[in-house]
């Protein structure tokens, strides 16, 4: 069965500080991987996504992240954070089926906090 | 582009009540998913539609829950009776092309 893990419950960072974020998943098959963003009774938002190619992707907001094999990771990163970046990140794995792609598998999520 | 449509925002009920939950997913997209997600923790997939038909339901707590989307548009997640377990956001989510984008979710509490 496949999985995600974050690693990190709670990261704290100050403004302007750069930012990591770490992602481990399992899976048998080719993964495509997310990333989303939540903040406080809101929904899922989309930061970037990688299906194949450059495993070096850009999102939005100045987010990137880097997809490795060989290390079976897919960790998001940001320069210089600023406040509004506070939220809740969840990394999420999936795959194509013979019937299409089926739902993803998030891991539990990291509460970035961010100092002044 | 309207974003996925869910209601009601919140709910709050007794165990052992019914509840029901829809969600209008962004037009043309035809793969609509339903997600938990229990405090702390990230959303858990209970089912997903591919039109009006369902892909995947392994983990939806079919004695308890039950899913439609009968013109292959709208959905609706229903729970019958309630338990205090099942207190969390159910999220929904639409898919064009491999990548789902969710709606603010319906925040229930069971007391």
């Known amino acids: 069965a496949q999985s995600v893990t974050q690693p990190d419950i709670h990261i704290t960072v100050s403004e302007g500080a750069s930012l990591e974020l770490r992602c481990n998943y399992s899976?048998?098959?080719?993964?495509?991987l997310f990333w989303y963003v939540q903040s406080p009774g809101q929904g899922l938002q989309l930061l970037l996504k990688y299906f194949s190619g450059d495993t070096l992707v850009q999102g939005i907001k100045g987010f990137e992240a880097e997809f490795k094999r060989s290390q079976s990771s897919f960790n998001l990163r940001k320069p210089s954070v600023h406040w509004s970046d506070a939220a809740e990140y969840f990394c999420a794995v999936g795959a194509l089926t013979g019937g299409g792609a089926d739902g993803l598998t998030f891991g539990k999520g990291t509460h970035l906090i961010i100092q002044p | 582009e309207a974003g996925v449509a869910q209601s009601p925002r919140y709910k709050i009920i007794e165990k052992r009540q019914s509840v029901a939950f829809w969600c209008n997913p962004i037009s043309g997209h035809a793969t609509l998913y339903w997600y938990q997600q229990i405090l702390g923790q990230g959303p858990k997939l209970l089912i997903q539609f591919q039109n009006n038909g369902v892909v995947d339901d392994s983990q939806l707590p079919k004695d308890r829950f039950s899913a439609e989307r009968l013109k292959g548009v709208d959905s609706t997640l229903k729970i019958q009776p309630a338990k205090l377990e099942d207190s969390a956001v159910y999220l929904c989510?639409?898919?064009?092309?491999?990548?789902?984008?969710f709606g603010p979710g319906t925040r229930l509490t069971v007391l």
């Open positions: 899976y048998g098959a080719t993964p495509y």
């Open positions: 989510a639409s898919s064009l092309n491999l990548v789902p984008f």
